[in-house]
């Protein structure tokens, strides 16, 4: 339903995004991740037809974004960052108005503004002015003039920015209840949201897509080294070295309590080889008390952070390769 290739967006000599691509399927939700400033604003303004590309291409729904602006508006629904709404209007009001000025026939809008405020939860709040509403609520009104006119692709720009954990939740929920119906491309740089909330993420970084993959096989590229937290009392002097000499166990990390006598031990493997037992009975045979032991596995936070920072350093690494070229070009 969505297919971008190569698009890129320069203001004057610095790029905003630089070739990006990506795509979603039909009833999936995309969830577009990555730090402020990284264009993700600015690849969801060229797909919903704010701004133009300066090269590649983006198609929604079959319709070149740039070729056919008109068709794309047609099959989306837009929550920018910051919601449009009329603060002096009322909810069912304001629906009405955006249900006619997106082309939906007078016989239909009756009932796609009552189901849109349904699919929202406002129909309690329908003759409520819009500046009296808490800012959650004024999110799911964004999210309700999005979906009014039935599109098939639905894009939101940060949608839970600004809530309190009870409205996260309901948003969140409401952004799962559309899946399926709707194709759904999410920004955000909250983690937590991409992991509950969408099928596939993909992480841009200056401008720049460094992964696309569902969440669960991006963090397995980094669950593959396994890990271990233990628990243990006593005395772990004996014990480092023959843990570190352990096959398996790449890395050991000691987190001492001198008042309780008590170790944490964090210890990283180079694959998924189970080697747990072989730890407990290290640490039982030492005379240790083994008070809890269990594996660990990387976050989604693991694996943006790890992805950008790994971007980062490449990034580095050709500036000075630049500088050096134009050093010796200078000599």
């Known amino acids: ?3 971008v290739e190569h ?3 320069i203001y004057g000599s610095t790029a905003a995004i630089e070739d990006v691509d990506f795509s979603v399927e039909k009833g999936e939700i995309l969830g577009f991740l990555g730090p402020n400033g990284a ?3 600015t690849t969801m303004r060229i797909l919903s037809g704010y ?5 590649g291409t983006a198609k929604i729904a079959g319709y070149d974004v740039h070729e056919n602006s008109l068709a794309v508006r047609r099959n989306i629904g837009y929550l920018p960052e910051t919601p449009p709404l009329y603060p002096d209007m009322t909810v069912e009001g304001f629906l009405k108005f955006v249900a006619r000025i997106k082309g939906v026939p007078s016989g239909d809008r009756h009932s796609r503004v009552n189901w849109s405020m349904e699919r929202c939860q406002l129909e309690d709040k329908r003759k409520v002015l819009i500046r009296k509403l808490s800012k959650g609520y004024k999110q799911r009104v964004g999210i309700a003039q999005a ?3 039935d599109p098939p692709v639905i894009i939101l720009d940060e949608p839970t920015v600004g809530l309190d954990p009870k409205q996260i939740i309901e948003v969140r929920n409401l952004i799962k209840s559309l899946a399926g119906e709707h194709t759904i491309l999410l920004s955000t740089h909250i983690l937590p949201e991409v992991s509950m909330t969408c099928d596939r993420v993909t992480i841009i970084n200056s401008g720049k897509v460094v992964a696309t993959d569902t969440p669960d096989h991006l963090m397995s590229h980094l669950t593959a080294k396994g890990g271990y937290e233990i628990e243990i009392e006593g005395d772990i002097f004996s014990l480092e070295p023959l843990l570190r000499n352990l096959p398996g166990i790449t890395q050991l990390e000691i987190k001492s309590n001198s008042q309780t006598k008590r170790h944490v031990l964090l210890l990283t493997t180079d694959s998924n080889q189970e080697i747990g037992k072989d730890i407990a009975a290290l640490i039982v045979n030492q005379g240790l008390g083994l008070h809890e032991m269990k594996r ?6 693991d694996v943006f952070l790890n992805l950008i920072t790994e971007e980062s350093s490449l990034d580095s690494q050709e500036e000075k390769s630049l500088e050096t070229v134009d050093t010796e070009q200078t000599l």
Request: zero cysteines; glycine letters at 4%; aromatic letters at 0%.
């Open 7 to 9: 698009l890129s967006k």
């Open 51 to 55: 701004i133009p590309a300066t090269t």
């Open 39 to 41: 264009g993700k604003t």
């Open 1 to 3: 339903m969505i297919e």
């Open 147 to 149: 979906i009014v006119h």
């Open 296 to 301: 660990t596995r990387a976050t989604l936070e």
